[in-house]
């Protein structure tokens, strides 16, 4: 497909989804600029999840070819598979204060990001991606109210008809969005993930005794659970230890205060030190220093994606809690229905605002849907589910539609509903 447009695009953030969209306008025809603010394309994460949702999207943006040639194609499995044990049952000689739980799941099939984000970085056009610019701030041009003029840290600034706002959790395009005025949509989720990286063959050495497959594996457990994803072909293993407090609300942190730190590993063994053998095990071969990550989500959730000729996608426009692996599905989501929108033949640089408002109108109530579902997955795992914590509970939990909702959504009928909006607005003919 090939299109000419009226209209400039400018795309802030160079992560997958801001990148994903890029590229397949760009293949469309139409002009984009790439605004990073790194001085190169890089690992963000240690492992992304794509669901069937996603993979839909890729392929239907004419990405998922390149994908497929950078990852073992048959790792793409997907279902739902639930096996629950103690592997610590309660007795009256056990010193463990409760037993440890492992759940071996499929969810969506995960890979190293740096493998993902290659794959795109090689099908985008070199000339329009330009570095270390650092988003400060979005605003209306002084002298022509149907452009947009974009502001970096450097001093630079960018003047053009359309921005797209990919630049994560904490963006400045999102701002803009909100408005001024607006409290801060950013806070602190009670979570924390330790995060670690063990060669799997250490683990087996240490005598690890659970078996890891290609399923992600997870121990659970009353405010905390462990999942284990293997990475380039078993060879690695990612650990992500997450504790949780639900005594307290969620709240904003002080501008400058740092989400992430190198600390001890002997904090997160600290913090798991109930837990049954394996687990601590596992824990035992994490690096002397793990990475704590401090989980901020977008809340309370957005009014709109969108204000005039500005719209946000991915984490700026719903960050959400990583439990069910879908985050960047629905980054993926998003950069579809704006691609579609963008290359819609009744899109014009007049009608941009009222075309942005139309995919805020679908992909608002579908996104914020899954931001509740990842909230609701992190209770199951800390037994905190509505079926309660015995194995029944938690397997009916798991099994009945956690990731199918997810997984199952039409992402076609996103584009229908879209221009169905616009004709009904009198923005496109019917």
């Given at each position: 497909?090939?299109?000419?447009?009226?209209?400039?695009?400018?795309?802030?953030?160079?992560g997958?989804?801001?990148?994903?969209?890029?590229?397949?306008?760009?293949?469309?025809?139409?002009?984009?600029?790439?605004?990073?603010?790194?001085?190169?394309?890089?690992?963000?994460?240690?492992?992304?999840?794509?669901?069937?949702?996603?993979?839909?999207?890729?392929?239907?943006?004419?990405?998922?070819d390149?994908?497929?040639?950078?990852?073992?194609?048959?790792s793409?499995?997907?279902?739902?598979?639930?096996?629950?044990?103690?592997?610590?049952?309660?007795?009256?000689?056990?010193?463990?204060?409760?037993?440890?739980?492992?759940?071996?799941?499929?969810?969506?099939?995960?890979?190293?990001?740096?493998?993902?984000?290659?794959?795109?970085?090689?099908?985008?056009?070199p000339?329009?991606?330009?570095?270390?610019?650092r988003?400060?701030?979005?605003?209306?041009?002084?002298?022509?109210?149907?452009?947009?003029?974009?502001?970096?840290?450097?001093?630079?600034?960018?003047?053009?008809?359309?921005?797209?706002?990919?630049?994560?959790?904490?963006?400045?395009?999102?701002?803009?969005?909100?408005?001024?005025?607006?409290?801060?949509?950013v806070?602190?989720?009670?979570?924390?993930?330790?995060?670690?990286?063990?060669?799997?063959?250490?683990?087996?050495?240490?005598?690890?005794?659970?078996?890891?497959?290609?399923?992600?594996?997870?121990?659970?457990?009353?405010?905390?659970?462990?999942?284990?994803?293997?990475?380039?072909?078993?060879?690695?293993?990612?650990?992500?230890?997450?504790?949780?407090?639900?005594?307290?609300?969620?709240?904003?942190?002080?501008?400058?205060?740092?989400?992430?730190?190198?600390?001890?590993?002997?904090?997160?063994?600290?913090?798991?030190?109930?837990?049954?053998?394996?687990?601590?095990?596992?824990?035992?071969?994490?690096?002397?220093?793990?990475?704590?990550?401090?989980?901020h989500?977008?809340?309370?959730?957005?009014?709109?994606?969108?204000?005039a000729?500005?719209?946000?996608?991915g984490?700026?426009?719903?960050?959400?809690?990583?439990?069910?692996?879908?985050?960047?599905?629905?980054?993926?989501?998003?950069?579809?229905?704006?691609?579609?929108?963008?290359?819609?033949?009744?899109?014009?640089?007049?009608?941009?605002?009222?075309?942005?408002?139309?995919?805020?109108?679908?992909?608002?109530?579908?996104?914020?849907?899954?931001?509740?579902?990842?909230?609701?997955?992190?209770?199951?795992?800390?037994?905190?589910?509505?079926?309660?914590?015995?194995?029944?509970?938690?397997?009916?939990?798991i099994?009945?539609?956690?990731?199918?909702?997810?997984?199952?959504?039409?992402?076609?009928?996103?584009?229908?509903?879209?221009?169905?909006?616009?004709?009904?607005?009198?923005?496109?003919?019917?």
């Amino acid at each position: 497909m090939s299109t000419t447009k009226d209209f400039q695009v400018t795309i802030i953030g160079g992560g997958v989804c801001g990148l994903a969209c890029a590229i397949a306008l760009q293949k469309a025809g139409l002009s984009v600029d790439l605004f990073e603010a790194a001085g190169a394309f890089g690992e963000i994460g240690a492992g992304i999840g794509l669901g069937s949702n996603a993979i839909h999207a890729l392929k239907a943006m004419g990405l998922f070819d390149a994908v497929l040639a950078k990852i073992n194609p048959a790792s793409f499995r997907l279902g739902v598979f639930c096996s629950i044990q103690a592997l610590e049952p309660m007795n009256s000689s056990t010193k463990y204060a409760h037993p440890t739980i492992f759940v071996q799941r499929c969810s969506n099939p995960s890979y190293h990001y740096a493998v993902f984000l290659d794959a795109l970085v090689g099908l985008i056009d070199p000339k329009s991606v330009h570095f270390k610019k650092r988003c400060t701030s979005v605003a209306p041009s002084a002298t022509d109210p149907d452009r947009v003029i974009v502001t970096f840290a450097d001093g630079t600034s960018h003047e053009t008809d359309l921005v797209l706002g990919a630049d994560g959790v904490r963006s400045k395009v999102r701002d803009f969005v909100v408005g001024a005025s607006e409290p801060q949509r950013v806070v602190f989720s009670n979570a924390v993930a330790y995060r670690g990286l063990v060669p799997h063959a250490v683990l087996k050495q240490a005598g690890f005794k659970t078996t890891l497959t290609d399923r992600p594996a997870c121990f659970i457990g009353p405010d905390r659970h462990m999942i284990v994803t293997p990475l380039k072909n078993g060879e690695l293993v990612n650990v992500a230890a997450v504790t949780a407090r639900y005594d307290v609300p969620m709240e904003a942190w002080a501008p400058d205060t740092p989400w992430t730190a190198d600390v001890p590993r002997a904090e997160v063994q600290e913090a798991y030190a109930a837990w049954g053998s394996d687990a601590l095990t596992l824990l035992a071969c994490l690096p002397e220093k793990v990475l704590k990550f401090s989980m901020h989500v977008v809340h309370p959730p957005l009014e709109s994606y969108a204000r005039a000729r500005v719209a946000i996608l991915g984490d700026a426009a719903h960050g959400m809690l990583p439990h069910l692996g879908a985050g960047a599905g629905q980054g993926i989501e998003d950069a579809l229905l704006l691609f579609r929108l963008l290359t819609h033949a009744q899109t014009k640089k007049e009608n941009l605002p009222a075309v942005l408002t139309a995919y805020s109108h679908v992909r608002r109530p579908r996104s914020q849907d899954v931001w509740e579902g990842s909230k609701r997955a992190g209770m199951i795992y800390h037994l905190r589910g509505p079926s309660g914590a015995t194995h029944e509970g938690i397997r009916k939990d798991i099994v009945s539609g956690m990731w199918q909702t997810v997984w199952n959504y039409d992402i076609d009928s996103d584009i229908v509903r879209a221009v169905e909006h616009l004709q009904a607005s009198g923005t496109f003919a019917a």
